[in-house]
């Protein structure tokens, strides 16, 4: 029965959908259709394949990837729901049929912002059966972290405890690689609507393996194509400006105010994202591994299609496409193939995993060379053992209104000697060190995040707890505000080592509080006393105004170190609800849950 005309303006899969929804309700209005009122030979109505796809997303590219997934979908006939995670409830989540979800992984195993909800409910041992699901999990996030992908992987984890059938094996990308998610993509749509047999056994949980591409290969979810031509895939050669020294004489820290042009590049942000900057390796690193294996920096080696003419020279390769602080398993593996009697091949044992994940700890590739020197590679396998040089994300310390055309960071550098050689962080020291301001391209891109933004409201009270580098966002937010005339409140909680020598940017701050615009201003110096004062402490110090500005419906922001620091100062928060709000344990649980659905409790963690 055609009852919504050709012409309407609805896709031919949505006029299917609506002329049986139409003619089922006519059905049960009427109690028949006769059966001469069909034409003869009229094909079936389509039933509307329903599928929900849940994002987790902190910084833009899970989202992104989730439109794609949704636009493919679509295209397939399916009739799509995408949601945040956070925003599909338990009685939601208990009807479905087929969920898609696409979730990053932040900090030490985190999920994101829109996703701490819906972990808390799900991981809840009252959390309800879902046999009737069918679903699949892609994950985005970092192999420099130990839990890789490690909230997706509990996500899928937790919905097979649950009951629910895994259609596709999670895949798993790491950084810009995103030929898992082409192969996940594949697998995913020939399965959804497969009905299996009752007892068939599960798709297995372990990632669908991509291949380890160029870096910047593959399509980047960060930002549309027709928006800004640079990407993470094809970056904007900027030019540095500054890379000024913040902390004083005689402390142990080396943080770096970095300043970098724009030039007519277009590239827009907002106060709260982040600026991708692909760094170039430490020049004496890529000598030593040369000489390790005894190779020609000359001699050309293949890195794909994406790159011209097919090939560059190794010596490239090494300094700014792959990753050399790190070594590989794959390069684990084929060390201990190659020098069956080394150290690296008796710690490889299965048995003696522990012992290599703690001998691995701080060592890098020309490290695990050193371990098998009887092991010769050529400049084609080591490239195929080696991992891609993916960007590094910092968060904005300017806002655009205040500093157009130009960007600013906070970069604390990272030099330490371990294992008897001196090691530096990749891309800190490259800014710090090795880019000569106003010659040496910049490669950059901005990361947008969409969940880590000032109050949109100008009036809204706004309480920023930023430590260390952490304050780098949030000297975005107080020039925004200044900027666009914002009335709103602003709290500031500071911390690091010593006031003497680690005050950062305090010629900017003291000035904002004394003319009142930085309303509240709490410093912590860890080392300035004999009990170390961090910034949590302070909060508990403050809870009753803490509470108090909650209460007029403050924005909460946390920047910073995820490890310790962001789990301390939500233990902090905690207690300033139960304390000073009066409320239990589990009523707090309560209370910051709805700030986080609020959108008033937002982290920028690492």
């Known amino acids: 029965m055609n009852i919504v005309p050709e012409t309407a303006p609805f896709s031919r899969e949505q006029r299917a959908w609506l002329n049986g929804f139409l003619a089922a309700s006519l059905f049960d209005r009427l109690g028949s259709v006769a059966p001469a009122s069909a034409p003869s030979g009229s094909p079936p109505v389509a039933r509307p394949r329903p599928l929900w796809i849940g994002v987790g997303s902190q910084s833009g590219s899970a989202s992104g990837l989730a439109k794609k997934v949704a636009k493919a979908a679509e295209s397939k006939g399916f009739e799509v729901t995408l949601r945040e995670l956070d925003r599909i409830t338990p009685d939601e989540l208990s009807g479905l049929e087929r969920l898609l979800v696409v979730c990053s992984t932040w900090g030490d195993g985190e999920p994101p912002d829109n996703a701490a909800g819906f ?33 997706a992987r509990r996500i899928d984890e937790r919905l097979e405890a649950l009951g629910a059938r895994r259609v596709a094996p999670r895949a798993e990308c790491d950084g810009g690689d995103r030929a898992p998610f082409t192969a996940w993509m594949e697998a995913v749509w020939p399965s959804l609507d497969r009905v299996e047999p009752e007892g068939a056994p599960p798709s297995v949980a372990s990632p669908i393996p991509g291949p380890d591409p160029v870096p910047g290969s593959g399509p980047s979810a960060a930002t549309p194509a027709t928006a800004c031509p640079w990407t993470r895939r094809h970056p904007y050669p900027a030019r540095l400006r500054v890379a000024r020294r913040l902390n004083g004489e005689g402390s142990s820290k080396d943080t770096r105010h970095i300043e970098i042009e724009l030039g007519d590049s277009s590239l827009a942000y907002e106060a709260g994202d982040a600026l991708g900057v692909q760094p170039s390796n430490d020049p004496a690193l890529v000598e030593g591994i040369l000489q390790a294996l005894g190779l020609d920096p000359g001699v050309p080696v293949s890195l794909g299609p994406s790159v011209p003419g097919g090939s560059i020279d190794l010596g490239e390769a090494l300094a700014n496409r792959w990753v050399l602080t790190q070594p590989s398993p794959a390069l684990v593996k084929r060390l201990a193939e190659l020098a069956p009697g080394s150290l690296i091949a008796s710690l490889s044992d299965p048995s003696r995993r522990p012992d290599l994940e703690s001998w691995m700890a701080g060592r890098d590739v020309l490290d695990a060379l050193r371990s098998a020197p009887e092991a010769r590679l050529d400049a ?10 993916q960007p590094r994300l910092y968060s904005i310390a300017s806002s655009p209104k205040a500093h157009p055309g130009e960007v600013h960071l906070t970069v604390g550098t990272v030099r330490y000697e371990a294992h008897g050689r001196s090691r530096l962080g990749v891309a800190s020291c ?12 910049v490669p950059v891109f901005v990361q947008v995040s969409r969940h880590f933004r000032p109050p949109s409201d100008p009036s809204r009270p706004m309480i920023m707890v930023g430590p260390g580098t952490g304050i780098a966002p949030f000297r975005a937010f107080l020039q925004e505000r200044r900027a666009t005339g914002a009335t709103g409140k602003n709290w ?20 904002l509080h004394r003319d009142g615009f930085l309303t509240r201003l709490d410093l912590a110096f860890s080392r300035d006393q004999e009990s170390k004062v961090y910034v949590q402490d ?34 902090a928060l905690r207690t300033v609800i139960q304390t000073a709000g009066g409320r239990t344990e589990e009523q707090a649980s309560e209370y910051l849950e709805s700030l986080r659905s609020e959108g008033r409790y937002q982290k920028d963690v690492y």
């Open 119 to 151: 972990w808390s409910r799900l991981s809840d041992g009252a959390a309800s059966r879902l046999e009737s699901l069918r679903y699949s999990v892609l994950g985005l996030g970092d192999r420099n972290y130990a839990d890789f992908c490690g909230a």
């Open 380 to 389: 084609t396998e080591l490239g195929s053992l080696l991992r891609p040089l």
């Open 430 to 441: 490259w800014l710090a060190d090795r880019v000569v301001p106003g010659v040496t391209p």
């Open 492 to 511: 500031l909680f500071f911390g690091d080592q010593r006031r003497a020598t680690d005050y950062l940017y305090s010629s900017e701050l003291d000035p």
């Open 538 to 571: 302070r909060m508990r110090e403050q809870s009753g105004a803490l509470w108090q500005w909650l209460e007029e419906g403050a924005h909460f922001y946390v920047c910073g170190d995820a490890r310790r620091m962001a789990k301390d100062v939500e233990a």
